[in-house]
């Protein structure tokens, strides 16, 4: 009965041991989403102005500069993306800074803006992940009419290794391209 007693009681004590040196992850279930408007095709777009990356308050309030999200290149990258992969016009950023007081003064087909709303790098060093929320949106020049969007909702950004360290800039650009390549993949081609 003591030799029972005692092998149950160790069973116990290694169960609890190892099950207590298990961390529980936290359970994130992203969203994504989609849609074009019936105007996009009627319209005719050939060229879009990219405004400036808006950056929630939470992407705002990172401390640290290489974990933050590279919204100026971000906004190149998307330039560069409409250009080479979707054959749309899309003019410089100095020229559309120039000019973003009056947009009805760009005489452009459309203006696509981006917000992020989360920019979590808290998963970089450990699992290579970056977690986003943004919204991409594609509207014309007035600001009246949405022509196209994309959502997305604590999407998983896995960046190659190496992580962390010295590599977390070039990890939250990667990061940034991927964001950006994914969204607007659902944009359609001129």
């Known amino acids: 009965m003591k030799i ?3 092998t149950t009681l160790a069973t116990l004590v290694l169960s609890i041991f190892f099950l207590g040196g298990c961390q529980s992850t936290e359970i994130r279930h992203s969203d994504e989403d989609y849609r074009t408007g019936d105007e996009l095709e009627g319209l005719n777009v050939t060229e879009i102005v990219v ?3 808006d950056m ?3 992407v705002m309030a990172e401390s640290i ?3 933050q999200l590279p919204a100026r290149k971000m906004r190149r990258m998307i330039r560069r993306y409409l250009i080479e992969r979707k054959d749309y016009a899309a003019p410089r950023e100095n020229w559309v800074d120039e000019r973003l007081s009056d947009p009805r003064s760009m005489d452009t087909d459309a203006l696509m803006s981006v917000s992020v709303l989360q920019w979590d ?4 060093e450990r699992r290579g992940v970056i977690y986003a929320t943004a919204t991409f949106e594609l509207k014309s020049p007035d600001k009246s009419t949405l022509l196209w969007r994309y959502t997305c909702r604590d999407y998983q ?3 190659e290794a190496p992580h962390g360290g010295k590599a977390v800039s070039g990890n939250n650009i990667a990061a940034a391209r991927l964001l950006a390549e ?3 993949s659902r944009l359609p081609r001129k």
């Open 121 to 124: 790098t808290s998963r970089l």
């Open 157 to 159: 950004l896995i960046v």
């Open 65 to 67: 500069e290489e974990r």
């Open 182 to 184: 994914t969204a607007l």
């Open 51 to 53: 405004e400036p990356v």
């Open 4 to 6: 029972l007693k005692s």
């Open 56 to 58: 929630g308050p939470a």
